[in-house]
């Protein structure tokens, strides 16, 4: 199933961003989904999840109190409203199945598997 990112750009340190993420094929209100990101050269961390139910949120301490991820069932739709963005908030922007752990411990309600693919990801680049 693939998943289309969208919403990226290039701000200045201090701007906002808010990013979307999109299914065809599947509910995303029945998975818990995430946002990743992935710096030049670096692997791909974890930034933020939602739990399916939409009640509880997760974030990675680095963005904890400058990103917001919600969703819009109606519109089968993740965003990850992003504030106060940094330098090293650079990277490609990506949604996908929550991870069962948070690099912080948290532990995230699993789903069955909805076999979402990679998708292109959103390039967000902070200028200094």
């Known amino acids: 199933v693939k998943l289309v990112e969208s919403g990226g750009g290039l701000v200045q340190t201090g701007g906002s961003l808010t990013l979307s993420c999109t299914a065809s094929?599947?509910?995303?209100?029945?998975?818990?989904m995430g946002w990743f990101r992935q710096a030049p050269g670096e692997e791909r961390e974890f930034v933020a999840a939602m739990s399916h139910t939409g009640r509880n949120t997760y974030y990675a301490d680095s963005v904890k109190g400058r990103f917001t991820m919600s969703r819009d069932d109606a519109k089968n739709t993740l965003s990850l409203q992003m504030n106060n963005l940094k330098p090293e908030d650079t990277g490609v922007y990506y949604c996908?199945?929550?991870?069962?752990?948070?690099?912080?411990?948290?532990?995230?309600?699993?789903?069955?598997?909805?076999?979402?693919?990679w998708g292109q990801g959103t390039q967000v680049t902070v200028s200094s």
């Open positions: 996908k199945e929550a991870p069962k752990e948070t690099v912080e411990g948290a532990i995230v309600p699993q789903t069955p598997p909805g076999n979402f693919d």
């Open positions: 094929g599947r509910t995303l209100s029945h998975y818990s």
